[in-house]
């Protein structure tokens, strides 16, 4: 069974960055897709980034391109996500996903983590 834990949530003031993290665990992911997705209280959740653990290609939602970088750590079995130049409308509970195949910005991955916070004052 796929466990995804993930953390580093909290608040921060406009401006500000936060690195979330995402520790796999229970299969051998080098052919997964890992993926963050946000929801923020009364909207539908969104993709956010995406990569692949083989080849490392990453993707992007266009509202965060440029201030986000997904990564990961293969020792480590981890995969972050560093949040820069964060804005209010970044407020959310993050998730972090995996998935075997498809298309990483889709929503049909087939695990999902609990969620971290992360709350921007402006």
């Known amino acids: 069974q796929v466990q995804l834990v993930e953390s580093g949530g909290g608040l921060v003031q406009t401006g500000g960055s936060l690195r979330l993290s995402c520790v796999a665990s229970g299969r051998a992911f080098s052919t997964y897709i890992m993926g963050w997705f946000r929801q923020a209280p009364g909207k539908e959740r969104e993709f956010v980034a995406a990569i692949t653990w083989s080849s490392s290609s990453t993707y992007y939602a266009g509202s965060v391109q440029g201030r986000f970088t997904i990564s990961k750590d293969n020792a480590k079995n981890t995969v972050y996500l560093q949040m820069n130049s964060l804005k209010p409308e970044d407020t959310a509970s993050y998730y972090c996903?995996?998935?075997?195949?498809?298309?990483?910005?889709?929503?049909?991955?087939?695990?999902w983590g609990q969620g971290t916070q992360v709350t921007v004052s402006s």
């Open positions: 996903a995996a998935r075997t195949k498809g298309l990483p910005t889709s929503f049909d991955y087939d695990y």
